[in-house]
């Protein structure tokens, strides 16, 4: 399936990356999805929201290995830093 959101095409605005993941759970767009929840979590972490951002990243890790996204280990890594997920090995 092609992704509905392409990489350089991540939006700027919480709103719009609301609207992008919306739409991206509709036709869905694991692939876009990781990279959307990825993003989030980015700027969940960026203002100091730890909870947040492991929520986002969380999704951003399911929906990593349900698309096989080479991101898969390193959103691992970042969630078992702040112990919220066991290391895995990929």
């Not at 947040?52 to 280990?73: D, I, N, R």
Request: hydrophobic share 50%; charged share 25%; glycine share 6%.
């Amino acid at each position: 399936m092609a992704s509905a959101v392409k990489p350089d095409r991540i939006p700027a605005d919480r709103d719009r990356l609301d609207a992008a993941l919306l739409a991206a759970h509709a036709a869905g767009d694991a692939d876009a999805l990781a990279r959307l929840y990825t993003t989030a979590g980015d700027w969940a972490e960026a203002a100091g929201d730890i909870d947040a951002a492991c929520f986002y990243l969380t999704h951003a890790f399911v929906f990593a290995l349900e698309s096989g996204a080479p991101q898969v280990g390193a959103l691992n890594e970042r969630l078992a830093a702040r112990g919220r997920a066991h290391r895995m090995r990929f």
